[in-house]
Structures are given as C-alpha cells and as structure tokens.
C-alpha cells in the first residue's frame, strides 16, 4: 500500500545535521536523497510552517500570517499568539475558516486518513488539522474526527524536552508507522532540538547533547520504517522547518514607533507589531493608514532592520495584505560566529507576551541564512539513494510531493511535487 511517513525536527539547520552531531541523520543521507538549497517561508516560525507545510501554501494563502498576528475584531487590531490551543478556533469565528485552504488531512479524510503527533506549540500542532478530518495527538489535548476528544488512555501526556519527545516517538512508531492499519500519511513533528535551542547558547554542549537526543528519536523511526514490508510503496521524509540565528540583541520596536511619533502609545490600536521573533509584521487600523510611507522609511534607517517590505511588496515574502498587514520587517542578519563557531547572528524583536529572548541562544522568524536554511531527505520512488539535488526546493513542496506519491491531485497548492521528473 502507498504511504507517506514525515518526520520533522523542529529547527535542525542544515549545517548542524553532520556525522559529529548528528551521526544517524548523516548515515541516512546515504540512503535517501538530500536537498541542499531546501528552504522555509517568513516568518520562518514554526506555526506559519505548519500551516504551510500542511497546506502546500504561502502563508497569503492560508492565512495564518505569523506565530503572532492580528486579527480585525470589530472594527479593532486584535493581536493574538497563534501557538494557543484555541486560536485557530477563534480565527474560525472571525474570520469564518481556520485556515483558508485544505490541509492534507482534509485532503486524506477518504483516501487513507492522516495521524500526525506533534510536540511543538497546540496551536502549531493543530495547524495540520485544525478541522478535525483526521487524528492528532499534543500533550494540550488529543482529538479524532470532528476534533471529538480522545479518551484519556489514549491522551498525549508528554512533555516538552527529550524524554517526552522520545516517549511520543515510541507511541508514533506503534500506531502510526507500525499500525497493522496504517494510515496514508504518519507525520511526527518533534520539539526538538527547537525548544531547547531557545535557551541554550547555539553550539554548546548541553546544545549539542539534545542535538543528539533528537538524532536518536530520528533513528528509532529510521529502524521502524526499514522493519516495513517489502511491498509497503513508503514514501519517508526527514526534515526540519527552519534553521536558528543567534540572539545578538533584542529591540522593543513599538517602543521605537512611539518614540519617533509614529505609534500614539504602547498600549495604543492605531499600529500593532506582531513580533515573530527576528522578524515582526506590523498592522494599521485604516485611521493610521496614512503613516504607512513614514513608518516604513523610519524601519528602513535603523541599523536592527534587515528587509524592509511595505504593502506593495509584501507579496515578495508570500504575504498579503490581511487584517490590516501593512508592513514586514526581518531583523538585520551577520555571519559573525559566536563563541562556539555557530554562525549567522540576528537581533530578536521584543515579545508582547512577556517572554524573554536569551542573549546567544538560538531565536528564528527572519531571513537570515541559517533560519532559512531547514534540512530535508526523502527516499522513496522518485528520489534518488545518495544523491543532493541542488535545485530550490521548499516547505511548500512537500504536501505536493506527499500527494503525488498517493496518487491523488495537488491542485490549489502553491508548491510543487518533487519526485524526478516532476516538475514541468
């Protein structure tokens, strides 16, 4: 039977998968095919991946703009942290949909079914599914079709480190990629080496221990899939959604709008800044749509802003102009190394919700090299044992490629399928 089985180590840049570091991914690069110039989308944040990847889409597409975003809520900028548990059901009542094109379980829901566990924030993990056409398991809550809940023996209760990743993979591998009935696609999205990679300093020990840690979870899967019948047409997919910069610095842009007199006070709803970690999107109610031109020039002069992108050109980053998304800046990114010879450094934008970036540990959402720059494998028909394709590939191609494995239409998505051969 055909199948697809994705497994994802939440922000694994590319340069850090080696035989030293990662000595299981490396041995598996022999046996399937490599993707030396894969990338993400922006913000390279993992929600907006999730949805992205779930979808085939740019997020102008699906509609998830960022891990933090605005909604329009009468008449208000609303800002809102995309990784809640209840936001993608929220959007629903807002907006009228969840996301705005179907995900690959809606796409599944009669051709085989879609179970995906995940480890990473609820509201990234529910972006595979938020409407309940298949089976997901997080530790914020387990839910089959129709989102009904789960019963409690057969809830997630992990946590967010090593050992519950590995705990989740173990039951990943018994009922979803082992399953006497498996279903068509087995997606097991791991919080690491992303959440620790957050407060550690980048290329550290304790850094590269949980990069091993992960590399192990990667292998149990590995051995799994490789215990599969001979006639099971397995389509297998390691990757990572985006890469990490180091954190160099942390800027409270709203802060900086109010003090060149373009935001009337922090707390004020004329300008609302999304921060997405070394990026930020910034919103105009319709009243302050005039400062739009002063506000992108006032970004473009400080030495912290990277790619400044104005409405016309938000286009240029699969964005739109949604909810009042008027501007999109990515923080000023280096190639300076940090103390452990990790390279690519970026200033963070100042979180709403309180939490604090750290000083030389790992932070992403911009368009640095190293954010930018996920890793990806796939063996299976279509691709090639041993072999780096080196042509430009993306988070968006791998709903594409997964349903063209399956036999069935990829139309709607903005990706393409990826097996040789493939593409016009």
Sequence with gaps: ??????????????DLVGPETTPHLAAF?????QFSAYGTVFPSCTRVVSASLATGCLPARHGLQGNTMVLVEDGRL??????????????????????????????????????????????????????????????????????IPLPEAEQLRVTLDVAGDRAMTERFIAEAALAASPPALALLWLGEPDSSQHALPLGSPEHL?????????????????????DGDDVLFLLGSDHGHQVVSGVIHIEAELVAAGLKESLDSGDVVVAS???????????DAAGRETAITS???????????????????VGQSRDNGLACAVAMRATEDPNDFGIVGTSCAAKRSEGKEDVIGAGQHGGLGAAEQSPFLMISGPGFSAGAVRSEAASVIDIAPTILAHLGLPASGTDGNALQRGSRG
Excluded at 1 to 14: F, H, K, Q, T
Excluded at 213 to 218: G, L
């Design 298 to 316: 006032f970004l473009t002069g400080q030495d912290w802003a990277g790619a400044v992108l104005p409405k016309a050109e938000l286009h240029r």
């Design 1 to 14: 039977m055909r199948r697809a089985i994705l497994v994802v180590l939440d922000g694994l840049r590319r």
């Design 209 to 229: 221990a949980v990069l091993k840690e992960a590399d192990r979870n990667a292998k149990r899967v590995m051995d799994a899939v490789a215990q599969l019948p």
């Design 276 to 286: 997405n970690g070394t990026s930020a999107l910034i919103y105009l109610h319709p």
């Design 78 to 147: 609303v800002r809102h942290d995309a990784g809640r548990p209840d936001f993608l059901q929220h959007k629903r009542r807002v907006t009228g949909r969840s996301l705005a094109v179907p995900t690959l379980a809606e796409r599944l829901r009669e051709h085989g079914g879609a179970v995906i566990f995940s480890n990473v924030s609820p509201g990234a993990a529910y972006a595979h599914d938020p409407d309940g056409h298949g089976r997901i398991y997080h530790r914020a809550g387990s839910f089959g079709r129709g989102r």
């Design 29 to 33: 690069a022999a046996r399937a095919e």
